[in-house]
């Protein structure tokens, strides 16, 4: 009972002491706390203010404009599964777990990191605001090198003094002043003029095994025949793993984004899983001015796994990321056993989803056909049990479908996030523009889009990213598709890249309600829309301009591929006329 | 209250249950939770069986004589940090983690492994009893090759379908039926014959990027001109790793071993921390029987870091493991900053000890200079915080030495273990014999030593392994030294090996009480003792004989080399007298 009383104590003259508080006592200025910086390390001064922050329950943390360089020396460290990044024990300079109605202002400042730290990690965190600061890294997790020539027998490359590498015996290890090792594994080609990926380019998944000849310092020869690419444009060597995104939001609710520049982190900008309500406002991806580097991050730009509320990404700059601007979904675990009429096995397959957790007592489950990911059941969890970050034993509180079997998928079936993307550019990065996979209520407008491969991509599968998608209700207005499919990862501006076994097309409408208006198509590729397993497509008042920015290299692709779908209402342009290639 | 009184009388029904419980019921038959086993995966099957070994208290957990095959796929997950091996997210599949007063008795079984996964966790544990039972793998974590022919270009190899590999590039990766990666580093010669690593054999460090031509299927040529060997030798392609020991033991007491045959692991095969009262009685580290393998497991057979209470080997055998055959020692932290007048900042220097915890508040601490390590100050902690892996704070209870500065160490100062090795046989193995750094009363008697490097070492460093020692009281006696050092790894049967700087031995004596009588030394290289910084060392009534075991390669070397050492006698064979060699 005395301890009890203690407590009863604490936690009044802690509301007390809170309450007693005017408003300016409880911004905090993290300068007060300089006494704790190391030479070019402010990780601890950011340590302390933060536990003072939690003590007195500061509304703002504010650091006054400058550059704040931080290492991973004296960071916080935790295990952290991070949804489409690569789990490990890391360390973290802003530690903002549990965290409530916090506002970090940074008011123009710059924070410099080195190696692999990240900056934000925000685990049961609600309310937290982030305003006005840059992130940037010393050395990048990524390499750039300019492309000297190409013959028979490989590549030579010609690296900067930014991006410093040894040799080992014949291969090349990317490195930093300190020694610390940046694996990569493969390879892609931009064009530095355009500042995107070079027409056409394809990724070579060569591995770091390359054999290499340095032919000076800084010159280094890629033995291998295979790798093409143009001299002029850079090569990229791409990070091996995607250890370091920049926020990394789990279980969190209420997080804003205003004025954020993040010039480079090794994984994705934003992530978030688990989380509700995220509002991005003038978040600018893109390499550090003056670096001259034809990439800013080396994932994707932001991206949410099981996320809901609302999601709003406004005024945003994603350029030059090395993967898509954003991907909202959910994400499926296979069933590997059924174990009673009520208990079944289910396993993570997909390496960067390992150690994801959703299956909390009272969540709404589908379970779906993995060929079709057609749902055919759903029921409510009653329990669950990690085995490890594969594998979860799952109680169900009805019994479960007697159609279910080995192979098929579970996913959430609920809370689907509406999502609001508008007035973003999105250019110059790999691969495609926005996955758009919520099952909410989806509205993308005033965009514009130049992207190598499709500008808008509804996905979904249960055969190797085990991402759930399955969209109802999505609106595509008022935005600029501009000479978008320069590149390899798509086959129209608008598509769906399901993962639905062809052969079970013609039975699942697995996408809903896609409505495309308003839109002005610049394009020299004529494909505008490949979409199949969708009930309701409207495409109307969207006006098409053909291009010649680039080599017409498919001059007699079909402007409209629609197969297997229903309710489709297409109104193309007079030199589109698509109705012969609509299957129903 | 309510939960109070629930807590309570569950509690008490637990009690009742235990008493009324007669010792049958509280043995524990493996095979009645046969029906949770998979095909070719008895994991989920030994979770069962210990999740009611915990329900019932059990005190035995038996397992019918069978071979019990153990995937990792089902198996228990935890962050380990364990001294002297590598950290890492590991799987488990008897996570005896908090459990008390329970046998394990395999009564002859086979426990085969197959992947990452490491046979037993303790945490926590205490009175837990191994007995008899043998551990192996289905591929083993490095990989041997017999050497075919040694040119100026390089060294041809043949490996047998045991040590299945691919190339990716030019690089050799070895692999397994299930294309699980098993990451190699570095290169060890064995006589095949002799069963021992190759005379005078070195380890090249050369990392696993070694360009190699595959010359037919199984043939592969490594183009390291660098490289020696002798054809008809095997050569080890050591494992990079050591993230799977046999037995991890971390904050337990009451540990027991009896009849357990350790034929491979992906590390040490018993490893300690934090832990007391240690007993391994007929242990065999062995290569597996018919495998026709040179290495038995990947690293030391035990080895024990900040231990207490009595550490006993008995009637073990350790042979053929890649290093040493037991290491008794504590660790030193680094001081890297003077906070205050009662606190200091410390690391962990080597990788192998990071996450190591042993800080904790009443522990008493001494203070040492890194250059000779010798203990300026002691101290008692107060308290400390983990800043991470590395790094900790820490208060102590009374001002700290105003000698301290940063550069000194730290470690724990009390509660040293007393230590028995007896009847054992350590042969065959990677460098030395016994690593003795214990404080405590320590006993070596009636052993065999048949080892490339040094029988019995000792060590302590402030520089590179950070590990404790400075032994007080050590009897070597009635042991057989049988043509130690054909290896490359000592400088004489038993030998100090601290790092203690050149500059500061005569004002050491780290070590002190050590006594040598009724050895037995079969030589083919004259030296016997090789120590400096000793205070008390007695050599009597040792026989020494010649032998012609293997080429004479240091026919002038002294026996006896005994510098900056107090009360010396030295009682030699007259073959051997060395007075001359004694330097006081």
Same mark, same amino acid.
């Given at each position: 009972?005395?301890? !009890?009383?203690?407590?009863?104590?604490?936690?009044?003259?802690?509301?007390?002491?809170? !309450?007693?508080?005017?408003?300016?006592?409880?911004?905090?200025?993290?300068?007060?706390?300089?006494?704790?910086?190391?030479?070019?390390?402010?990780?601890?001064?950011?340590?302390?203010?933060?536990?003072?922050?939690?003590?007195?329950?500061?509304?703002?943390?504010?650091?006054?404009?400058?550059?704040?360089?931080?290492?991973?020396?004296?960071?916080?460290?935790?295990?952290?599964?991070?949804? *489409?990044?690569?789990?490990?024990?890391?360390?973290?300079?802003?530690?903002?777990?549990?965290?409530?109605?916090?506002?970090?202002? %940074?008011?123009?400042?710059? #924070?410099?990191?080195?190696?692999?730290?990240?900056? #934000?990690?925000?685990?049961?965190?609600?309310?937290?605001?982030?305003?006005?600061?840059?992130?940037?890294?010393?050395?990048?997790?990524?390499?750039?090198?300019?492309?000297?020539?190409v013959d028979k027998a490989g590549m030579t490359v010609q690296f900067s003094k930014k991006f410093p590498y040894k040799l080992d015996h014949q291969t090349l290890i990317f490195t930093d002043s300190t020694g610390t090792v940046y694996p990569w594994s493969d390879l892609l080609e931009f064009d530095p003029i355009k500042r995107e990926t070079a027409f056409m380019a394809n990724d070579f998944w060569v591995g770091a095994n390359v054999p290499v000849k340095e032919l000076k310092p800084g010159i280094v020869k890629l033995l291998l025949p295979e790798v093409k690419g143009t001299p002029g444009n850079v090569m990229v060597f791409? =990070?091996?793993?995607?250890?370091?995104?920049?926020?990394?939001?789990?279980?969190?609710?209420?997080?804003?984004?205003?004025?954020?520049?993040?010039?480079? &982190?090794?994984?994705?900008?934003?992530?978030?899983?688990?989380?509700?309500?995220?509002?991005?406002?003038?978040?600018?991806?893109?390499?550090?001015?003056?670096?001259?580097?034809?990439?800013?991050?080396?994932?994707?730009?932001?991206?949410?796994?099981?996320? =809901?509320?609302?999601?709003?990404?406004?005024?945003?700059?994603?350029?030059?990321?090395?993967?898509?601007?954003? *991907?909202?979904?959910?994400?499926?675990?296979?069933?590997?056993?059924?174990?009673?009429?009520?208990?079944?096995?289910?396993?993570?397959?997909? $390496?960067?989803?390992?150690?994801?957790?959703?299956?909390?007592?009272?969540?709404?489950?589908?379970?779906?056909?993995?060929?079709?990911?057609?749902?055919?059941?759903?029921?409510?969890?009653?329990?669950?049990?990690?085995?490890?970050?594969? #594998?979860?034993?799952?109680?169900?509180?009805?019994?479960?479908?007697?159609?279910?079997?080995?192979?098929?998928?579970?996913?959430?079936?609920?809370?689907?996030?509406?999502?609001?993307?508008?007035? &973003?550019?999105?250019?110059?990065?790999?691969?495609?523009?926005?996955?758009?996979?919520?099952?909410?209520?989806?509205?993308?407008?005033?965009?514009?889009?130049?992207?190598?491969?499709?500008? /808008?991509?509804?996905?979904?599968?249960?055969?190797?990213?085990?991402?759930?998608? %399955?969209?109802?209700?999505?609106?595509?207005? *008022?935005?600029?598709?501009?000479?978008?499919?320069?590149?390899?990862?798509?086959?129209? &501006?608008?598509?769906?890249?399901?993962?639905?076994?062809?052969? /079970?097309?013609?039975?699942?409408?697995?996408?809903?309600?896609?409505?495309?208006?308003?839109?002005?198509?610049?394009?020299?590729?004529?494909?505008?829309?490949?979409?199949?397993?969708?009930?309701?497509? /409207?495409?109307?008042?969207?006006?098409?301009?053909?291009?010649?920015?680039?080599?017409?290299? !498919?001059?007699?692709?079909?402007?409209?591929?629609?197969?297997? &779908?229903?309710?489709?209402?297409?109104?193309?342009?007079?030199?589109?006329?698509?109705?012969?290639? /609509?299957? $129903?």
């Amino acid at each position: 009972m005395n301890l !009890l009383l203690k407590k009863l104590w604490t936690t009044l003259a802690c509301c007390i002491m809170v !309450l007693l508080a005017n408003a300016d006592d409880r911004i905090v200025n993290a300068a007060d706390f300089a006494k704790y910086q190391r030479p070019d390390d402010a990780t601890p001064m950011v340590r302390a203010a933060l536990a003072y922050c939690r003590e007195i329950k500061a509304e703002k943390l504010i650091f006054p404009k400058a550059v704040y360089r931080f290492k991973r020396d004296l960071a916080v460290e935790k295990y952290v599964f991070m949804s *489409n990044n690569d789990e490990g024990l890391k360390r973290f300079v802003f530690d903002l777990t549990g965290i409530e109605n916090l506002e970090i202002d %940074g008011q123009g400042s710059q #924070f410099i990191l080195s190696g692999f730290v990240s900056p #934000f990690l925000l685990q049961d965190s609600k309310n937290i605001s982030f305003k006005n600061f840059a992130i940037d890294y010393v050395r990048t997790f990524h390499s750039e090198a300019k492309i000297l020539s190409v013959d028979k027998a490989g590549m030579t490359v010609q690296f900067s003094k930014k991006f410093p590498y040894k040799l080992d015996h014949q291969t090349l290890i990317f490195t930093d002043s300190t020694g610390t090792v940046y694996p990569w594994s493969d390879l892609l080609e931009f064009d530095p003029i355009k500042r995107e990926t070079a027409f056409m380019a394809n990724d070579f998944w060569v591995g770091a095994n390359v054999p290499v000849k340095e032919l000076k310092p800084g010159i280094v020869k890629l033995l291998l025949p295979e790798v093409k690419g143009t001299p002029g444009n850079v090569m990229v060597f791409a =990070s091996a793993f995607r250890l370091v995104p920049a926020f990394n939001i789990s279980n969190s609710a209420g997080i804003r984004f205003n004025d954020i520049d993040i010039f480079h &982190c090794g994984g994705m900008g934003i992530v978030a899983q688990n989380s509700r309500d995220i509002f991005i406002n003038h978040v600018r991806v893109t390499p550090s001015p003056g670096s001259g580097r034809v990439v800013s991050i080396t994932a994707d730009a932001t991206h949410f796994s099981n996320c =809901s509320g609302k999601i709003v990404i406004e005024n945003c700059l994603f350029e030059n990321q090395k993967d898509d601007a954003t *991907n909202i979904h959910g994400i499926y675990s296979k069933i590997t056993r059924v174990i009673s009429p009520y208990e079944i096995e289910v396993e993570l397959i997909h $390496k960067h989803q390992f150690g994801f957790e959703y299956l909390k007592p009272g969540l709404e489950v589908e379970f779906a056909d993995a060929a079709s990911i057609v749902t055919f059941a759903q029921n409510s969890v009653k329990s669950s049990e990690k085995i490890n970050k594969e #594998f979860t034993r799952v109680v169900f509180k009805e019994p479960i479908s007697s159609q279910t079997k080995p192979g098929d998928v579970i996913a959430a079936a609920n809370n689907y996030p509406e999502v609001l993307i508008r007035n &973003c550019v999105i250019r110059g990065n790999r691969a495609r523009g926005i996955l758009l996979n919520s099952r909410g209520k989806t509205l993308v407008e005033n965009n514009i889009f130049h992207v190598p491969g499709a500008a /808008v991509l509804f996905e979904g599968d249960a055969s190797f990213w085990f991402e759930q998608s %399955g969209v109802n209700g999505v609106t595509i207005r *008022n935005n600029t598709f501009d000479n978008c499919n320069y590149g390899v990862w798509g086959n129209a &501006c608008i598509q769906v890249g399901s993962g639905i076994m062809k052969n /079970v097309r013609a039975k699942s409408r697995y996408h809903k309600n896609i409505s495309i208006t308003n839109n002005t198509f610049k394009i020299f590729d004529p494909r505008i829309i490949n979409v199949y397993c969708v009930d309701g497509l /409207v495409f109307k008042d969207n006006k098409i301009e053909k291009s010649n920015s680039y080599i017409k290299n !498919l001059p007699d692709a079909k402007a409209f591929v629609i197969e297997n &779908c229903s309710n489709v209402t297409v109104d193309g342009d007079d030199d589109f006329k698509t109705a012969d290639h /609509v299957k $129903k």
